[in-house]
T-cell receptor, first 110, second 113 residues
Framework: GIQVEQSPPDLILQEGANSTLRCNFSDSVNNLQWFHQNPWGQLINLFYIPSGTKQNGRLSATTVATERYSLLYISSSQTTDSGVYFCAVSGTYNTDKLIFGTGTRLQVFP | DSGVTQTPKHLITATGQRVTLRCSPRSGDLSVYWYQQSLDQGLQFLIQYYNGEERAKGNILERFSAQQFPDLHSELNLSSLELGDSALYFC????????????FGPGTRLTVT
């Protein structure tokens, strides 16, 4: 099945800093989503981005499907950005189930 | 708020017991998915239903079963519970099948003692 790798596993930032999270996947995908899991355990949809570039406020994401990676950019980080960021994909042959990476744990300090 | 609702939020039960988790998808969504998040296994897909029919199965134990009802809500039944079944169980929904964005509910935190 598809393998999903996220890096870095942990990230510690001061408020106001920028960061880039990476997601590599091992096969063609028809769905790629980025999620933020907050300290209460909720999974928040950030982006649905099987290809291309999207922006939402301080967050943006780019997926280069031909090279099998996606990047999540967080600018001017805030303490509320803390939590775990997951990348999840579904493959074109097994189209529906999402396969999750192990996540990037982000801590933002004031 | 994703529009997906799950009940209960928390559940504490003893080994050997049976519990039922409930999920209501977003209005108009036909697909429902169940995922399990445990400390040692991460987030894993369990099962998917589309418009009442089972669509795909993942690493779901035989002690677990699910169904989707005509009103599209879904239930996940966990029986003969073991300590290792303690986890966060998420329900997600999507408009259709095949690459649609999935929206996740708030989860049910199950603790087996």
């Amino acid at each position: 099945g598809i393998q999903v790798e996220q890096s870095p596993p942990d990230l510690i930032l001061q408020e106001g800093a920028n960061s880039t999270l990476r997601c590599n996947f091992s096969d063609s995908v028809n769905n790629l989503q980025w999620f933020h899991q907050n300290p209460w355990g909720q999974l928040i949809n950030l982006f649905y981005i099987p290809s291309g570039t999207k922006q939402n406020g301080r967050l943006s994401a780019t997926t280069v499907a031909t090279e099998r990676y996606s990047l999540l950019y967080i600018s001017s980080s805030q303490t509320t950005d803390s939590g775990v960021y997951f990348c999840a994909v579904s493959g074109t042959y097994n189209t529906d189930k999402l396969i999750f990476g192990t996540g990037t744990r982000l801590q933002v300090f004031p | 708020d994703s529009g997906v609702t799950q009940t209960p939020k928390h559940l504490i039960t003893a080994t050997g017991q049976r519990v039922t988790l409930r999920c209501s998808p977003r209005s108009g969504d036909l697909s429902v998915y169940w995922y399990q998040q445990s400390l040692d296994q991460g987030l894993q897909f369990l099962i998917q239903y589309y418009n009442g029919e089972e669509r795909a199965k993942g690493n779901i134990l035989e002690r677990f079963s699910a169904q989707q009802f005509p009103d599209l809500h879904s239930e996940l039944n966990l029986s003969s519970l073991e300590l290792g079944d303690s986890a966060l169980y998420f329900c997600a929904s999507s408009e259709g099948q095949g690459g649609y964005e999935q929206y996740f509910g708030p989860g049910t935190r199950l603790t087996v003692t």
